[in-house]
């Protein structure tokens, strides 16, 4: 098969459900391509690809167009499949889809918030992404893009208030998928769906200085690390001191009592 003929993931560099997306291919088997698109052009870009959306991952494959990782996980099983995404067995299945939908739902959006925020206010934060990925003059373009990276921001509620909240419910989530890990609903023998959306987040976290205390020593930091060995680090700190020490004395003192 030539490239031309390959399935496309359609993503970003720093996006982790579309590294999500990119390891169920490989879990599948499927030799595919990764296009990584310009941050803050991507809307248009998937769009002028002759998506539906504005979003990604956003998958080509066998003359179909797909997106979001929920979509492309259950499209990725009746393509191929073996070997499955999803159990067999009906309970099992309702417990991993119902993990699936709450990672994508909820947990995704942690880091993404975080970063959001970040490159919205900070020059350093902004210059980090810009050389990540590839751009030409990172200290130029993080001045020209604040613009762009103050939309992308409201667009995923990362203001202080939103930063705030979602810092005060992250050792709650944590605690969550602790807790699925322990029931077997992800971190079994077979990876799962699951596995995929939710660990990839987790991943994520670890990969920024300032979001890395909270996921340290738990069960889902060697896990996430299994699934997604190598990525970016480490994102540069940005986030206020006092917001963070707040959040985590919080957790320890609600989520995890003595």
Not at 84 to 90: E, M, V
Not at 112 to 129: E, P, V, Y
Not at 142 to 165: F, I, K
């Amino acid at each position: 098969m030539s490239d031309s003929d390959l399935p496309v993931l359609y993503s970003l560099s720093l996006s982790h459900p579309g590294q999500a997306a990119h390891l169920m291919l490989e879990h599948k088997g499927i030799e595919h391509r990764v296009v990584d698109l310009l941050p803050g052009m991507h809307p248009l870009l998937v769009r002028a690809r002759g998506f539906g959306g504005n979003t990604v991952p956003a998958l080509r494959i066998g003359g179909r167009r797909i997106q979001g990782s929920q979509a492309i996980s259950r499209a990725l099983d009746e393509i191929q499949p073996e070997p499955p995404l999803f159990p067999a067995d009906p309970e099992r299945r309702r417990e991993v889809e119902e993990a699936e939908a709450w990672g994508d739902g909820v947990l995704q959006a942690a880091p993404r918030r975080a970063a959001r925020w970040a490159a919205a206010r900070d020059r350093r934060t902004r210059q980090w992404i810009a050389r990540e990925e590839g751009l030409p003059l990172a200290p130029v373009l993080a001045e020209l893009n604040v613009p762009v990276a103050r939309v992308l921001a409201r667009a995923v509620g990362a203001d202080d208030a939103g930063v705030r909240r979602m810092l005060s419910e992250l050792p709650g989530m944590l605690d969550h998928v602790d807790g699925l890990i322990a029931r077997g609903v992800i971190g079994g023998p077979e990876r799962n769906a699951a596995d995929f959306q939710i660990l990839t987040t987790v991943r994520s976290l670890l990969a920024m200085e300032d979001l890395r205390p909270f996921v340290a020593g738990r069960p889902c930091e060697a896990l996430a690390r299994e699934l997604w060995p190598r990525t970016v680090e480490p994102f540069p700190p940005a986030l206020p001191a006092d917001w963070l020490a707040a959040a985590r004395g919080r957790g320890v003192s609600e989520s995890r009592p003595a």
